[in-house]
């Protein structure tokens, strides 16, 4: 079964850029793109539905026609429902390939207002989610600009964040640059067993690159295509990762959701 990109687009700049983010990676794998938009009754009379349904049709039919003349041969099917929007955008990401919503920021990569729908979206769902700027535009994406991915913990527990990250590279033929960050632990958290494998290692710094390089290793081999940089660097996860990806076209973090 062909996976869409699926968009979900309320009106706002921010979701138009998600629109057209969707839209280029739709392009560029070859995949159809799915247009959702829900909205909640704002009244109990018929005409009110039948406003916001003529809006949406307008509006963004619109903005989704206008697409498929910038790219001709883009398969878009706008969908409209009045469901639950977090409801309507886990049903529809279900059976994506990857789910793209809009999202405001604050800099250059320091955070982001993504709003109640989208924070359950992203708690919830099974699927890839994408999160586009308002200011998002087609030149980002060159291959001059990397794709930065974090890598954390055992080869198992980043094996997803890894494949979508050289994936996308691939597609993109992007130089994916991969972030481990590591902190020295508490002195209670060392035991024998810790501490043999430090040693064998030589260390803590050569310990967290060898623990990187085992990571890549099976995804070096089946993309031997791709650019890669190793970044190792003492600090704070999240901090080693935004000052990392501040030009970067995308960012590929994993996510444990429980």
């Given at each position: 079964m ?5 968009a ?15 839209a ?13 938009h829900?909205w ?18 307008e509006?963004?039919g ?21 469901d ?8 529809a ?10 999202t ?25 989610v ?12 060159s ?9 954390h ?12 990250a050289?994936e ?14 590591w902190t ?5 958290a060392?035991?024998?067993?810790s501490?043999k494998l ?33 970044h ?20 590929v ?6």
């Amino acid at each position: 079964m062909t996976r869409p990109i699926t968009a979900g687009v309320d009106g706002t700049d921010e979701s138009l850029a998600a629109l057209d983010w969707a839209a280029r990676e739709a392009v560029r794998r070859g995949l159809p793109l799915r247009v959702v938009h829900a909205w909640e009754e704002i009244g109990e009379l018929p005409a009110d539905r039948d406003t916001q349904r003529a809006w949406a049709e307008e509006g963004i039919g619109r903005a989704v026609g206008a697409l498929t003349e910038r790219h001709p041969g883009l398969d878009a099917a706008l969908e409209l429902t009045e469901d639950d929007a977090v409801d309507a955008l886990l049903a529809a990401g279900a059976d994506a390939e990857e789910l793209v919503l809009g999202t405001r920021g604050h800099g250059a990569v320091v955070g982001f207002l993504l709003g109640s729908v989208g924070l359950r979206v992203v708690a919830e769902t099974t699927r890839p989610v994408i999160l586009v700027r308002a200011g998002d535009r087609p030149e980002a994406e060159s291959a001059g600009r990397e794709i930065v991915v974090g890598q954390h913990g055992t080869p198992e527990d980043s094996a997803a964040a890894l494949r979508f990250a050289f994936e996308t590279a691939a597609a993109r033929g992007a130089t994916l640059r991969v972030v481990r960050a590591w902190t020295l632990p508490p002195v209670f958290a060392y035991s024998p067993g810790s501490l043999k494998l430090l040693d064998e290692a030589g260390g803590l710094e050569p310990f967290e690159k060898r623990a990187l390089a085992d990571a890549l290793a099976p995804w070096r081999e089946r993309f031997p295509g791709v650019p890669v940089v190793e970044h190792i660097e003492m600090g704070s996860a999240g901090q080693v990762l935004v000052s990392q990806a501040t030009r970067a076209q995308l960012l590929v973090v994993g996510r444990r959701a429980r």
